[in-house]
């Protein structure tokens, strides 16, 4: 699986964006059997968890810091997840990556190290 993020950028405190992750699938797999995740890491921290869907859409998760901020959602027709980022923040400033794996079980979501395929994320700034 190889996973390209966009929709990256600057932007003004308060404003929104909306993060896109392509996925490249192997033939024969389905881009269906992979739940994805949004990570982020600021310069100088640790990696993030952001948000989470499960192959069925359903069931969302979000990390504290975006909920009620952030709206995650997938089009499994055009293998890609989305990142709505809205109310956006100074600190929300960091690199988002996309991640993607098929064996994820529910406790599992928030943690990096569970995820096998990751893109190369796209940098959202937010500074006036």
């Known amino acids: 699986v190889q996973l390209v993020e966009s929709g990256g950028g600057l932007v003004a405190p308060g404003g929104s964006l909306r993060l896109s992750c392509v996925a490249s699938?192997?033939?024969?797999?389905?881009?269906?059997?992979?739940?994805v995740a949004w990570f982020r890491q600021a310069s100088g921290k640790e990696r993030e968890f952001v948000a989470a869907?499960?192959?069925?859409?359903?069931?969302?998760y979000y990390a504290d810091s975006v909920k009620g901020r952030a709206t995650i959602d997938r089009d499994n027709a055009k293998n890609t997840v989305y990142l709505q980022l809205n109310s956006l923040k100074p600190e929300d400033t960091a690199v988002h990556y996309c991640?993607?794996?098929?064996?994820?079980?529910?406790?599992?979501?928030?943690?990096?190290?569970?995820?096998?395929?990751w893109g190369q994320g796209t940098l959202v700034t937010v500074s006036s």
């Open positions: 869907i499960r192959r069925s859409g359903t069931r969302p």
């Open positions: 991640a993607a794996d098929s064996g994820i079980i529910v406790s599992s979501i928030p943690n990096a190290k569970q995820y096998h395929y």
């Open positions: 699938v192997a033939s024969g797999r389905s881009f269906s059997s992979f739940a």
